[in-house]
C-alpha cells in the first residue's frame, strides 16, 4: 500500500512537473502573429496586441507583429511599415503556411473565412477569427468536420462578452439574482448606413457575406446565448431602406443584404427575447443595449454608458414611500478580475476596445495553458447556424 501511495504521489508530482515545464515553455517562447485583412478590424486586433502589457502584467505569452495579408500588394507593404510587420503578403495561404507564424487571426471580408480557416486549421495554427465564423451552415459544416482532427486553440471575437459590465450580468444570472429569466431584450445599433449616398461596399452585398444579420446580429445573438442560453425556435424579418446605392463609377447597383434586422426568439429555458440589430437607426452611434427580466430581478445595460450595469433586486423593500426598490446603478467601470491591470485605473471609463483587449487576452491565456477558448468555433459554428434559421424563417414566414 505504501509503495502504490509514493507512485501515485510520484506520478502526480510527474504531471504537474511536466505542466510546469510545458507552461514555462510557453511563457518563454515568443509567438508570431499573422494577421489576414487590415482594413477597420485587422488594426483593431494589432492594437490588441501592441498594447495588452498596459492591461495585463505579465502578458499570458510574449506575441509580435509578424505578417500582414491584404488583398493588394501595395497595402500589405503599407501595413508592413505603418506597424512593424516582418512580411509582407497580398496571398493568405502563403501568410498561413509561413513556418514562422504561430497565430493566424482571419479579419477578412465574411465571404472568405471558410477558405482561409480550412486551410489555416489544415496547417496547424492557433486562430482567432472575427465574426461571423463563415457565411452560412453549410460552410460551418466544413469547419465542424475539420475540427475533428485539429489540436490548436481557437477562438471567436465576440467581444461584447467581455464587457466588465457583461460579465458582471453573467456572474449576477449565475448566482441565481435574477430567478428565472422570463424575456430579454437585445439590440446592437448604428446609423452608417441612413444616408442614401453612401456607396456600395462588400457589406451592402449579400453574396460577400455581407447584410447586417452577420455584422451586427452576429454579436447580437451571441450575447443572448451567453446571457440566456440556447434557442429553441426564432423566427425572423429584415429591411433593405434603399434598394440601389452608388457604386464606385456612380452608376447606381443593386443591395443586396438587409440594413435593420429583428428576431423574435423563445430559449430552452422557456424565456422569451427580441433581438435587433440595425444599420439604419438614425442619430445611433455604435450602441449596444440589453434588458433581462427574471422573477427576482431585472439587468440593464446601455454600451453608451459603459461603466455602469443597472440591477433591480425584487427584494428590496418598496415602503414607505418607494423604500430601497428600483433599479440601482452598479459600478463596474474599468474593473476586470486579476490577473488584469485596470489601466489606466479603476475607475476610468472602459468601452470598446477594453472589450477587444480582454477577448484577445482570453485567447492567449488559453493558448499559455493548452485548453480550449471561449467563445470557441463552435460557438462561432452554432451562431452561423442560427442565422441561417433566420434567413430560412424569414423566406417561408414561418418560426424555425
Not at 465542424?144 to 471567436?156: F, K, T
Not at 429569466?181 to 455581407?210: C, L, T
Not at 443597472?310 to 427584494?315: A, L, P, T
Request: aromatic letters at 12%; charged letters at 20%.
Amino acid at each position: 500500500m505504501l509503495r502504490f501511495l509514493s507512485t501515485l504521489v510520484s506520478f502526480g508530482f510527474d504531471i504537474f512537473s511536466h505542466n510546469n515545464q510545458r507552461l514555462n515553455k510557453a511563457m518563454e517562447k515568443i509567438y508570431n502573429i499573422g494577421i489576414i485583412g487590415f482594413g477597420f478590424i485587422g488594426s483593431v486586433h494589432a492594437y490588441g496586441y501592441e498594447n495588452l502589457k498596459f492591461y495585463y502584467r505579465p502578458v499570458p505569452l510574449k506575441a509580435k507583429l509578424f505578417g500582414v495579408c491584404t488583398a493588394h500588394r501595395e497595402t500589405a507593404e503599407q501595413a508592413k511599415s505603418d506597424f512593424g510587420f516582418e512580411f509582407a503578403t497580398n496571398d493568405s495561404r502563403e501568410l498561413i503556411n509561413h513556418p514562422k507564424i504561430d497565430i493566424i487571426h482571419i479579419c477578412s471580408p465574411n465571404i472568405f473565412h471558410r477558405e482561409q480557416v480550412l486551410a489555416a486549421l489544415t496547417a496547424g495554427k492557433h486562430i482567432y477569427c472575427d465574426k461571423p465564423l463563415v457565411c452560412s451552415g453549410l460552410e460551418a459544416q466544413a469547419i465542424e468536420a475539420a475540427l475533428q482532427n485539429y489540436s490548436g486553440i481557437h477562438q471567436m471575437t465576440f467581444h461584447l462578452r467581455f464587457y466588465p459590465a457583461t460579465l458582471k450580468a453573467k456572474n449576477l444570472i449565475e448566482k441565481g439574482a435574477l430567478g428565472k429569466i422570463i424575456s430579454f431584450r437585445i439590440a446592437y445599433y448604428h446609423s452608417g448606413s441612413v444616408d442614401p449616398k453612401k456607396p456600395m461596399g462588400w457589406k451592402q452585398d449579400a453574396e460577400m457575406g455581407g447584410g447586417v444579420l452577420a455584422d451586427l446580429g452576429s454579436h447580437a445573438v451571441d450575447l443572448a446565448c451567453f446571457l440566456a442560453g440556447e434557442f429553441d425556435r426564432i423566427s425572423g424579418v429584415s429591411r433593405i431602406l434603399y434598394p440601389k446605392r452608388p457604386g464606385k463609377d456612380g452608376a447606381m447597383e443593386k443591395v443586396t443584404a438587409e440594413d435593420f434586422v429583428i428576431i423574435n426568439a423563445r430559449m430552452k429555458s422557456g424565456c422569451l427575447g427580441v433581438i435587433e440589430a440595425s444599420k439604419v437607426a438614425t442619430g445611433i452611434q455604435d450602441e449596444v443595449r440589453f434588458e433581462i427580466y427574471g422573477t427576482r430581478g431585472a439587468l440593464r445595460f446601455n454600451s453608451m454608458e459603459p461603466n455602469f450595469l443597472e440591477f433591480y433586486d425584487q427584494s428590496d423593500p418598496d415602503e414607505p414611500i418607494g423604500g430601497s426598490a428600483g433599479f440601482k446603478k452598479l459600478v463596474t467601470v474599468n474593473r476586470y478580475p486579476k490577473p488584469a491591470v485596470p489601466f489606466p485605473g479603476p475607475k476610468f471609463s472602459g468601452g470598446w476596445l477594453s472589450g477587444h483587449i480582454h477577448c484577445l487576452e482570453n485567447f492567449l491565456e488559453c493558448i499559455r495553458d493548452n485548453r480550449q477558448a471561449n467563445p470557441s468555433f463552435y460557438d462561432g459554428i452554432y451562431n452561423v447556424r442560427l442565422l441561417d434559421k433566420v434567413r430560412i424563417s424569414e423566406t417561408n414566414n414561418i418560426w424555425v
